[in-house]
């Protein structure tokens, strides 16, 4: 996932502290119970439901530390944007010339980015490139200095919100 320093909306931090509070106050409890109960069956060699236990409990506390550090080192910035410019939380359609193709992406925060759910990150090479941009305008991406390319945004719908779901890992 990168840096733990990261770019949240309000709505990030929200779900973040709703996930928080899930793992913390029922998720760790209920996990904790599946460990006592594994570990009451006695031969913990090949107690396969003692092993999955505690993997989940690990899994669990990682997440919820990992959720509490980016809380800790995050920057609130906000999902507003004019009606006519590329902002976050955003569908956008882009054209590629190169490839005479277009693509429909949602502009998210790193924590809800999902390329297989076409949210692409407001920090991807795409998406600094086409953030404040508006209709009609082409602009160059670079990705790399060996990779770059143009891109002319053709649509963008201003309909959607920060409801998407948080990334896991």
Known sequence: MGSI???????????????LHERICVTRHEILEEVKEARAQGDYSENYELYAAKRAKGQNESRIR??????????????ESPVDEV?????????????DEEE????????RANSMEDRLDMESPLGKAILHHKVGDT???????DV?????????????NGDDDLRSY
């Open 148 to 160: 770059e390319y143009d891109v002319v945004i053709r649509a963008i719908d201003n309909s959607s």
């Open 66 to 79: 990992y959720l509490q550090n980016v809380l800790k080192n995050a920057t609130i910035i906000s999902d």
């Open 5 to 19: 320093y990261q770019k949240l909306t309000e709505s990030d931090i929200e779900k973040i502290k709703a996930e």
């Open 139 to 145: 602009v160059h991406v670079v990705v790399s200095k």
């Open 87 to 99: 902002g976050i939380n955003n569908t956008v359609t882009i054209y590629y010339p190169e490839d």
């Open 104 to 111: 429909t992406y949602k502009i998210t925060t790193s924590i």
